[in-house]
Each structure stands twice: as structure tokens, then as C-alpha cells.
């Protein structure tokens, strides 16, 4: 994550070379992660702490040094659309297919354009777009599609009274991604449980008509991914 200066300083970069804006990871820190920048793509310029020691009182002879803490301007960083490499979230699914899904469920892929890395993926309207780099994908992936499914994205044109609060809805989208990943024998229940426990804080169960349409979204998006294409 980085701050706001740097965040807007990446973004006015990215769109005054036309680069889609994304993640950004310096040339080694994208190799850590298994992908590589492409040949003469020039690095983005941010705003780096850089940390100095300066000797005091030089006529005494005394040896003290003051640590000093100042600002320069750096081209260390690339953005996700400079690199290259494996795609996870792309992988195939034994007994899924995600393409045969979100063709199924009207659902189209975004473009991932958030600078925050830290974002594992976010759902638009009647699309998702996945971190190309995030921890779980095939997670992310169904928590996204339950999203669009349980019709929270449409939300956004509600009144506050009408809309679901937004534990709920992270609450449902989780429980979508947990029977599907259990469903198919994926990773990342662990995960899927600890991030319920935070939603729900004090709740002791989700709400019933919430458990209804968690089984109804999980059946609808198992059901889409595992018929075979014609």
C-alpha cells in the first residue's frame, strides 16, 4: 500500500503513458512474486524516505551522529500492466470451468486498475476484476461472483434504508466463496472462516434469510462452472 501523494503521483504517471493502472512493486519485488517487467518499460517515479547519518559538533571532536530523515524522488517502481507472467486466477479447476460461468451468469473480467496491492479483487456492475498476484484466487474469484449473484452491486443505486448493510454483504459473498471452495476441494477455507468471524463480530449466526440466498448463490455460480460447454 502507499500513501495518497504517491498513489495520485503513480495514477497522473499512468495515464500520462497510457498504462493501465494497477499494482505497483519494484523490478526485484516483481520477480519475489513470479513475474517480470517487460523490456524497455521505464520504471515510475514516487516520493522515498531516505535516512542519513550526520556527524555534530565537528570543533569538539566528539563523535555524535544525528540520524536525518528527508524525501527524494526515485524511478524504482512498476506498475502491474509493465510485467509479465503467469496469470493464477486462470488456472484450470478441476470439475469448474470460471470462463463457462461467467458467460452462463452474464459476467464479464475487468481490468484490475486499483493501485492498492494490498486488494485481493472487486467486483462492477456485472463484472470482476481479480489482483493478478492476489493469495487466493479462486477465492477471491467466487467471493467476487457472489457479489454480482446476491445483486450487491446493484446496491449502489439504493437508498441507505433499502440496501443490505456491508457486513452482510461480505458475510453472504464469504459463505458463497466458502461452500464452493469446499464444494470443489480448494484452498483457503481457513481463510474463508477468520474473514466471517471479523464480519460477523458479535453475531452468533448468520441470518437465516441470508443462509437462503448463500445456498441459492453457490448453487447458481457450482452449477454455471460445472456444465459443460456445448
Known sequence: ?????????????????????????TFKGWQELGRYVKKGERALTLCMPVSAKKKINPETKVEEEHVLMYFVYRP??????????????????????????LNK?????????????NVQGFARDRGIAINPVAQLPHKTTFHELAHIVLGHTQQAVMVESDATPRSIREVEAESVALICCEAL???????????????LRDEKEIPAQSAQRIFCAATAILKAGSETKS
Open 76 to 101: 524504482n517502481w512498476f506498475v502491474l500492466s509493465q510485467t509479465d507472467g503467469d496469470m493464477p486466477y486462470v488456472l484450470p479447476t478441476p470439475g469448474f470451468e470460471f470462463d463457462t460461468a
Open 1 to 25: 500500500n502507499y500513501s495518497i501523494g504517491n498513489a495520485l503521483l503513480a495514477l497522473s504517471q499512468c495515464v500520462q503513458r497510457k498504462l493501465t493502472p494497477g499494482p505497483l512493486n
Open 185 to 199: 476441494g480448494l484452498p483457503g477455507i481457513a481463510y474463508c472462516r477468520g474473514y466471517l468471524q471479523f464480519w
Open 105 to 117: 451468469l452474464d459476467i464479464q473480467r475487468l481490468e484490475f486498475d486499483i493501485i492498492d496491492g
